[in-house]
């Protein structure tokens, strides 16, 4: 590792570490508390993910302490991430959820960033969350039924049992694309489907134990990465592989 890269990688540590230090200070007794903490310490900005986060209550998505802030388990080896890096990636994205653009949610899981997402995204488009695990993907769909049926019965939602490193090329392009678990590198198939001007936010796993949340842009056809902050995610990987039956 160079000089500059070891700088690069020492600022995104020391980032990472102020965001986790701040989360602590976040978590709350409900949602409102939560989401209200978060924009406090500085771990988002925008109204507009506020707004999202506070329509969709985390309490629907998990039974585990949905309002503390730090990754709960969902079963078959997934996790619900930690609100602070669902509002990060909301963040991120949220100039890219626009009329007439399409979103996809790869390893969509519990289904809270999905219907967050579509929240954003408005109506009459549409929020692809994929997942390849099908209790999961039933799961989601009975979560965001909850207090947001309409979603799905407008196909604002859809949450659909697919290999998410593939995407989902019906609905594609997509302006706006979100991962949540860590790649070894970007599947190609991701940026194909990635819209002129679109962005995706990404885990990549740059070395054994390092990873970082990539921001990637299509812009003129070419793409361009920027990293963000040193995470640690779940591994993106096949369904078998992550149900340890591979």
């Known amino acids: 590792m160079n000089i500059r890269s070891k700088a690069l990688s020492t600022l995104l540590v020391l980032s990472s570490q102020i965001r986790l230090s701040m989360s ?15 924009k406090k310490n500085g771990l988002f900005s925008s109204n507009r993910v506020g707004e999202a986060m506070l329509a969709v209550d985390r309490g629907d998505f998990t039974n585990n302490n949905p309002y503390e802030d730090r990754p709960q388990t969902i079963g078959f080896n997934a996790t619900i991430s930690a609100p602070h890096m669902h509002a990060a990636a909301l963040e991120a994205l949220k100039d890219h959820f626009v009329a007439g653009a399409n979103a996809l949610d790869v390893g969509s899981g519990s289904g809270f960033l999905a219907a967050c997402m579509a929240q954003m995204v408005g ?36 949450l659909v049992e697919g290999d998410g490193r593939l995407g989902y090329p019906s609905k594609a392009p997509y302006m706006a694309i979100h991962v949540g678990a860590a790649a070894k590198e970007i599947p190609p198939q991701l940026i194909e489907q990635l819209a002129e001007g679109g962005r995706m936010v990404i885990p990549v796993e740059k070395s054994v134990g390092e990873q970082y949340f ?22 993106l990987t096949s369904r078998e592989k992550q149900l340890g039956i591979e």
């Open 123 to 158: 109506p009459n488009r549409t929020v692809v969350g994929i997942e390849h695990i099908p209790q999961l993907v039933e799961m989601s769909k009975k979560n965001v039924a909850k207090h947001h049926r309409n979603l799905l019965e407008n196909q604002n939602l859809i």
């Open 24 to 38: 602590w200070r976040s978590s709350g007794n409900s949602n409102a508390e939560l989401v209200t903490n978060m």
């Open 214 to 235: 990539l921001q990637v842009e299509k812009v003129n056809g070419q793409v361009r990465q920027k990293a963000i902050e040193s995470v640690i995610y779940v591994p």
